[in-house]
């Protein structure tokens, strides 16, 4: 029996890595994907991977720190799909620089990335979840909200931040049954790393903080993702799990 049967996922950042790796997960437990980001041709990529399982996948192109871009993707979605019971904000960027090097712009793009756009998203499909008597929204944190490492100021700053949206919204819709989950990677195999990929000695200090002895495979965040939004997770909320290969128990 598959665990999402029917129930209509939104995710953001889907067109790569960790959200693709989610939304094919979920895809495979029967849900409908709503699959949200800014490359029209990625997305398209993504969902034709997907239907070739057997599944439903809608591309929805916007910009998730843009008000106005978020209203029109919840027309949309909703025209679509007729409802939402799932919303994974995975859309995301880290600039790794030192602070006295951050220009205004490049802080604010961070910190809408990471943090405004969870909030425009969840403002606008939070009520179409109460609607249905049941919610799971999963939030992308980091390990980077628990540690920190130089030049991440502006991405801990707004991982950080997003742990605490996390805890207060899980709160707020305990009482409507949607839970809030919050998800705290750690390196995984993805384009957001390959700055460090990329270069044999960052690579090597990386591996040797992780006491499992290498990166995290992309759907092993979507096993864990599946999970969290099945009925079996009804009890997890408020709370952030930590997929580290046991780099925050160092």
Not at 145 to 160: C, D, I, N, Q
Not at 168 to 190: C, Y
Request: hydrophobic share 45%; proline share 3%.
């Amino acid at each position: 029996m598959k665990t999402l049967e029917n129930k209509v996922a939104v995710i953001t950042g889907a067109s790569r890595g960790l959200g693709k790796a989610m939304a094919i997960a979920l895809a495979s437990q029967g849900a409908h994907i709503a699959l949200v980001a800014r490359d029209t041709e990625a997305l398209t990529s993504v969902a034709t991977e997907i239907r070739a399982l057997g599944a439903t996948a809608e591309i929805f192109t916007a910009d998730v720190t843009d008000e106005a871009s978020v209203a029109a993707l919840e027309t949309a979605v909703i025209a679509r799909f007729g409802k939402v019971q799932i919303l994974i904000n995975n859309a995301g960027m880290n600039l790794r620089k030192k602070i006295h090097e951050f220009s205004l712009e490049e802080w604010m793009r961070v910190t809408n990335t990471n943090l405004t756009s969870v909030f425009l998203m969840c403002r606008a499909f939070v009520p179409h979840m109460k609607d249905q008597g049941y919610g799971r929204i999963i939030n992308m944190t980091s390990i980077m909200a628990h540690v920190s490492l130089p030049e991440r100021t502006a991405y801990s700053s707004t991982k950080a931040a997003l742990l605490g949206l996390t805890k207060s919204l899980a709160m707020e819709l305990a009482p409507d049954n949607i839970t809030v989950v919050g998800i705290s990677p750690g390196p995984f195999l993805t384009e957001m790393n390959l700055a460090i990929l990329d270069d044999p000695q960052k690579n090597a200090l990386f591996i040797s903080k992780i006491p499992i002895g290498r990166w995290g495979q992309p759907d092993e965040i979507g096993s864990l993702a599946a999970y969290i939004c099945s009925d079996a997770a009804g009890f997890i909320t408020g709370t952030d799990i930590l997929i580290d290969g046991g780099w925050c128990a160092t």
